[in-house]
């Protein structure tokens, strides 16, 4: 039994745009006329079978579009045989596959995945293979990971040569892997580059724009309302949309998120415990970040934290943005038989984004309930706090004794490289 996903009982009524056959180069194709014919037939019904309906309510029976379906597949698979290196009608075979998917066809799915493998080995270079298979993900319970796979062929592509139907799958897939920011941005491209056809499409641009509440500099929160976090093997993720950042620290770490007030946002961490010279220690790492005042700069912000303290500036060992500064405080004798006090700290500055939440967003689905696995779900993705506007600074405190000094700045450069800052 198949499984289906659909977020949001609006989605029912969204067209949720697919590759079609227009993004199969038929003139590349084996130009048997019983191929042609066969992929005639195909295109009156894909909007029928582009995506998985819980309820037939199309204008022919199910079971006539099962059996087009299947008919298009055994002739382009005859098709293959005699073409075993033509990556275009495996690419067909793949699509059509999807379609058998959708209509309940079996081994469908084995059917697509074997033609999207042969697909790629024919040509490695061909982005619709990681495409075709990404989108076939985004409307099953594999949501995430077919999210995954249209975000990854960015880096590998311009985006501006991308066509109107991987950006309509991209949109629909970042409402239902609830990915928001990377929505709006695309919808931006769509403006850009087919601006006569992005009214059809603002209906997705508002779902996606609900997804986020603004956040208000003079409110308090509490730590639950702006704080999410993933568990990731043995460590934990933590995310804070509003304050612009997200880290990583090991399960075994205390954690303490603060009260959020006048748009800081606080976080303390004690690592180990570590074996020092007398006793067991437990460094402190702690994170701020906040709204940067007027006026005030980098090397301000970094100054005011720590007033009694002589720091000398160091050659920053990693930094998560494109302006970090370092400095380093040793207090000597401060934790007596441990040894002297150190601090470092690492300060941060970041403009506001373009896409608030776009750096920090990572594809997701909700929880689902194993025993209605092989039933319809409903979910209603949580909305999120958006990151307060303007420019924010980030500092990152280390403070630890001698003793264990090396565990923790381990720790330290972990907490650093694990960073995300907005």
């Known amino acids: 039994m198949r499984a289906h996903v659909l977020l949001l009982a609006v989605l029912l009524t969204l067209p949720l745009y697919a590759a079609t056959l227009s993004d199969i180069h038929r003139d590349k194709l084996h130009q048997d006329e019983a191929v042609q014919q066969a992929l005639d037939r195909i295109v009156p019904i894909e909007d029928l079978v582009n995506r998985w309906n819980g309820e037939w309510n199309g204008p022919v029976s199910k079971e006539q579009v099962q059996e087009t379906v299947s008919m298009g597949l055994s002739v382009l698979q005859r098709a293959a045989i005699s073409n075993p290196k033509n990556e275009e009608i495996q690419l067909a075979i ?8 959708n209509v309940d066809l079996n081994d469908a799915e084995l059917q697509m995945n074997h033609a999207l493998d042969t697909a790629r080995a024919l040509n490695q270079q061909d982005y619709r293979t990681t495409w075709f298979f990404g989108y076939h993900q985004c409307q099953t319970l594999e949501a995430a ?5 249209l975000e990854a062929l960015e880096a590998i592509m311009p985006w501006k040569q991308f066509p109107l139907d991987y950006w309509d799958d991209y949109l629909a897939c970042s409402i239902t892997s609830n990915v928001p920011a990377h929505g709006l941005r695309a919808m931006d491209h769509v403006k ?3 601006p006569s056809m992005l009214e059809p499409r603002l209906r997705m641009k508002s779902l996606l724009e609900k997804r986020s509440i603004a956040s208000e500099v003079t409110k308090e929160y509490e730590p639950k309302q702006i704080w999410s976090y993933d568990k990731d093997g043995t460590n934990i993720r933590f995310t804070a949309f509003a304050c612009g950042v997200g880290f990583t620290v090991k399960g075994t770490d205390e954690l303490n998120l603060l009260d959020v007030k006048q ?4 976080v303390v961490v004690n690592t180990g415990p570590y074996k020092g010279n007398k006793r067991s220690m437990s460094p402190s790492l702690m994170l701020i970040s906040r709204p940067a005042k007027q006026g005030e700069s980098l090397e301000d912000f970094q100054k005011a934290s720590f007033r009694d303290r002589e ?3 160091i050659a920053p060992s990693l930094c998560p943005a494109e302006h970090c500064l370092t400095a380093t405080s040793v207090k000597a004798g401060g934790y007596e038989k441990e040894g002297d006090g150190h601090l470092v700290i690492t300060v941060i500055e970041r403009e506001m984004p373009q896409y608030p939440g776009l750096m920090l967003e990572e594809p997701a689905m909700p929880q689902i309930d194993e025993n209605k696995k092989d039933e319809i779900q409903y979910f209603h993705a949580d909305e999120r706090i958006n990151r307060f506007s303007g420019k924010r600074y980030y500092m990152v405190v280390l ?3 001698t003793s264990v000094l090396k565990s923790a700045k381990a720790d330290y450069a972990a907490f650093l490289k694990s960073l995300i800052v907005e």
């Open 94 to 101: 793949a699509l059509l596959a999807h379609y058998a998917y």
């Open 145 to 149: 990971k077919g999210m995954t796979k």
């Open 192 to 194: 850009e580059l087919y």
């Open 399 to 401: 403070e630890s004794s």
């Open 263 to 266: 748009g800081q946002c606080t």
């Open 311 to 313: 720091f000398e500036t």
